[in-house]
């Protein structure tokens, strides 16, 4: 019963995470002032609750009695893989709905400024985060009761 996870799972769940990421940056380019910035922490506890979900229910496939080590290694990948598929998506969404905005409406300062923070907070803060939550789950799911084949006792 013992599956590895293939490249392609991780991209698909690493792409899933960027989506729930990329949505509220979205949403702020969409404002007209730029000034909503507690938007942008929307698309962090996005990126959180879909990593979590993603963790636990790849751990819940495996099926066997994962080592600690092996179940945040999985969950280091997928937020290494989405911080990855981030930046340039990041950077699409600045130049498409963003670049324009804070040409007319703020200094050259500024303009640059959105852009580092936009990246600041997918590298650190939600790689940060990320590890956090990775090993939190893998603490809880490990403290599951399982038979002897891995399968969760009910």
Same mark, same amino acid.
């Given at each position: 019963?013992?599956?590895?996870?293939?490249?392609?799972?991780?991209?698909?769940?690493?792409? %899933?995470?960027?989506?729930?990421?990329?949505?509220?940056?979205?949403?702020?380019?969409?404002?007209?002032?730029?000034?909503?910035?507690?938007?942008?922490?929307?698309?962090?506890?996005?990126?959180?609750?879909?990593?979590?979900? *993603?963790?636990?229910?790849?751990?819940?496939?495996?099926?066997?009695?994962?080592?600690?080590?092996?179940?945040? *290694?999985?969950?280091?990948?997928?937020?290494?893989?989405?911080?990855?598929?981030?930046?340039?998506?990041?950077?699409?969404?600045?130049?498409?709905?963003?670049?324009?905005?804070? %040409?007319?409406?703020?200094?050259?300062?500024?303009?640059?400024?959105?852009?580092?923070?936009?990246?600041?907070?997918?590298?650190?803060?939600?790689?940060?985060?990320?590890?956090?939550?990775?090993?939190?789950? *893998?603490?809880?799911?490990?403290?599951?009761?399982?038979?002897?084949?891995?399968?969760?006792?009910?």
């Amino acid at each position: 019963m013992n599956q590895n996870i293939t490249i392609i799972e991780y991209f698909r769940t690493a792409i %899933v995470c960027t989506i729930a990421y990329c949505i509220p940056i979205l949403f702020f380019f969409r404002t007209q002032t730029l000034a909503d910035s507690w938007i942008l922490y929307i698309g962090n506890i996005a990126f959180i609750i879909v990593l979590s979900i *993603a963790t636990y229910l790849i751990h819940k496939r495996l099926h066997d009695q994962t080592k600690m080590g092996k179940m945040i *290694a999985v969950g280091m990948k997928l937020t290494i893989f989405s911080s990855l598929f981030a930046i340039p998506v990041i950077t699409a969404l600045y130049y498409t709905f963003g670049y324009n905005k804070i %040409v007319n409406n703020h200094d050259a300062s500024t303009m640059h400024s959105i852009l580092y923070i936009l990246f600041l907070s997918k590298i650190v803060v939600n790689i940060l985060i990320g590890f956090i939550v990775v090993i939190l789950v *893998a603490i809880i799911y490990n403290q599951i009761p399982k038979n002897i084949k891995g399968e969760e006792i009910t």
